[in-house]
Nanobody
Framework: QVQLVESGGGLVQPGGSLRLSCAASGRTSTRYNAAWFRQPPGKEREFVAVINWSGGYSNYADSVKGRFTISRDNGKNTVYLQMNSLKPEDTAVYYC???????????????WGQGTQVTVSS
């Protein structure tokens, strides 16, 4: 089992930045791939970004390309999501997920955090 805990969410003005963290504990010796998803108010959960276990591969949703960066520090068992040039439409609950497969499909991931709220508003 792997436990994931997100942090770093909050209220930010349009154009601002936030960095989300996802700390893993438990069976972290396994080489898990990791992803970020988000669920805007009243909408379904959607893919944001994914990174493989070594950090050598990443992929992004078109809506965040060029603004968000996913990274990881395996020594700290932590995955990050740096979010720049934030827009009101980025407002959502952000979740991290871990699993054995690189995919944009949320149903495939085995482990999930509890989520952290990001609100972009002036």
């Amino acid at each position: 089992q792997v436990q994931l805990v997100e942090s770093g969410g909050g209220l930010v003005q349009p154009g601002g930045s936030l960095r989300l963290s996802c700390a893993a504990s438990g069976r972290t010796s396994t080489r898990y791939n990791a992803a970020w998803f988000r669920q805007p108010p009243g909408k379904e959960r959607e893919f944001v970004a994914v990174i493989n276990w070594s950090g050598g591969y990443s992929n992004y949703a078109d809506s965040v390309k060029g603004r968000f960066t996913i990274s990881r520090d395996n020594g700290k068992n932590t995955v990050y999501l740096q979010m720049n040039s934030l827009k009101p439409e980025d407002t959502a609950v952000y979740y991290c997920a871990a699993g054995n497969t690189i995919t944009t499909l949320s149903a495939v991931y085995d482990y999930w955090g509890q989520g952290t709220q990001v609100t972009v508003s002036s």
